[in-house]
């Protein structure tokens, strides 16, 4: 069982920026794919960016020319760089990871949400 970490989120002003990380310990053979999701009350969870190992990475179309995914694979960790942020960004966003605990068991996890409040 693998607990995701996630931080960085929090209040920011319209054109703002954050930076949300994700965190993946403990012990396992590798992580296939990690990425983010968004969620407005009402709505359902959407693509925000997924970056698969040695895969292309995918960006949801809000994100598109302003959010930027990166994986640091030593940490385990991945990051999303968020810019010129607008109020329709405000949502919780939820760090998945697809994690290959060995040659027989790939498991889906999901963090606990970290809450981003894009307002003036």
């Known amino acids: 069982q693998v607990q995701l970490v996630e931080s960085g989120g929090g209040l920011v002003q319209p054109g703002g920026s954050l930076r949300l990380s994700c965190a993946a310990p403990g012990s396992f053979l590798s992580i296939t794919t990690m990425g983010w999701y968004r969620q407005t009350p009402g709505n359902q969870r959407e693509l925000v960016a997924v970056?698969?190992?040695?895969?292309?990475?995918n960006y949801g179309d809000s994100a598109k020319g302003r959010f930027t995914i990166s994986r640091d694979n030593a940490k385990n960790t991945v990051y999303l760089q968020m810019n010129s942020l607008k109020p329709e960004d405000t949502a919780v966003y939820y760090c998945?990871?697809?994690?290959?605990?060995?040659?027989?068991?790939?498991?889906?996890?999901w963090g606990q949400g970290t809450q981003v409040t894009v307002s003036s």
């Open positions: 970056m698969p190992s040695g895969g292309t990475t």
């Open positions: 998945n990871a697809v994690i290959l605990h060995n040659s027989l068991m790939q498991r889906n996890y």
